[in-house]
């Protein structure tokens, strides 16, 4: 991924900063785009993913929808020019202003994800004499088979409605006239790679849309949110999410009837793979049982690996290029490998990026790439420490 030059603009270039490939950004929003195009299928880019603008400008000039979060990613779907009949909102805790900002905004969906929030969203909706669009989050009780921190779609999750609830749902619809009834909606996690996963939930949206029809609810849209993963292990070999197959296996299992559209939400998968983090190396501690490398970014850059305990792919940069301009006899000793952990400057003994990655020799002043790092990446920066905030740079 990374050539000379970009290597040479790197060490011309003060460190930790994200750097996005947009040329690889592009491709895979291409990808997205013909695979779920064959179906007629509507994708929201789920922006609490990365809001960068220049990679949300990207994103909606390829006519892609927003789903937001926030009452500011609301507005920054408007602002950067997506169509507000393709910006859907979800969120367990819309404050008041929040929906306020929605409705004036004329959005095309609320995902509801509580009964309360049904009657505070029609009343506020009365208001502004408006009638909002909104589709029912339902907890399908699906097993994501992902990391327990980012499984969303079981019973004891804090998302959306469970199914012994919709009884309470039929009848609030029906007595609140600023609400108009879309359909229902799901997101089930995050990091899925395992079709088998979605074709479970596909079972789940159909009975569930019967469920529905049965007390005389029409269905417009069935909204399966998010969640298709990305290979972190190998994002040079395989840097495209399996877009194919994911939109075929809801074109295949969904029970989509006539005049109905299937919406998804996806997030990581649009982005992962465009971003990496690069940081320099300030201090090799070499200890008895451990080395460490000490890098000039940590959990104020890239926040994952400490909160979800999330694999990135790391490279030394530097040393790839030494190998490049070395002779023979250097390169071969140089390729030995050492086991580093290789953590951030932060004061916290969990500001670590991975602990034993093998890599070459390294020295202070080196280049570490972190790899896949364009999804909840800068969008968790922080300021803890009052640390600088983390820059971007771009392949063009
Ligand atoms: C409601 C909702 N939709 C979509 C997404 C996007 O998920 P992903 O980035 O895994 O595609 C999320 C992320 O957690 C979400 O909460």
Redesign the pocket.
Known sequence: MFNNNTIQRFNDTETPFYYYDMGVLRNTLDACRDASSKYGFHVHY?M??NFNPKVIDMIQSFGFGA?C?SGNEVKAAVEHGFDKGKVVF?GVGKSDKEINLALDADIFCF?VESVQELEIINELAKAKNKVAGIAIRINPNVDAHTHHF?T?GLDENKFGINAWQLNDVAETLRKCHNLKFLGIHF?IG??ITDMEVYRNLCTRINEMQDWFEDHGFAIKILNT????GVDYYNPDTNGLADFESYFKVFSKFLNVKPGQEVHF?????MVAQSASLISRVLYVKNGQKKNFLILDAGMTELMRPMLYQAYHSIQNLSQESRIKNQDKSEIEHSKSEIKYDVVGPICESTDCFRKDVDLPQSYRGDLIAIRTAG?YGEVMASNYNLRDQVQSVYSE
């Open positions: 789920a609490k993913a789903d979060v979800a995902n980012i969303t997101h995050s990091q949110g998010g969640g298709l939400e996806l997030g990581r998968a999804a």
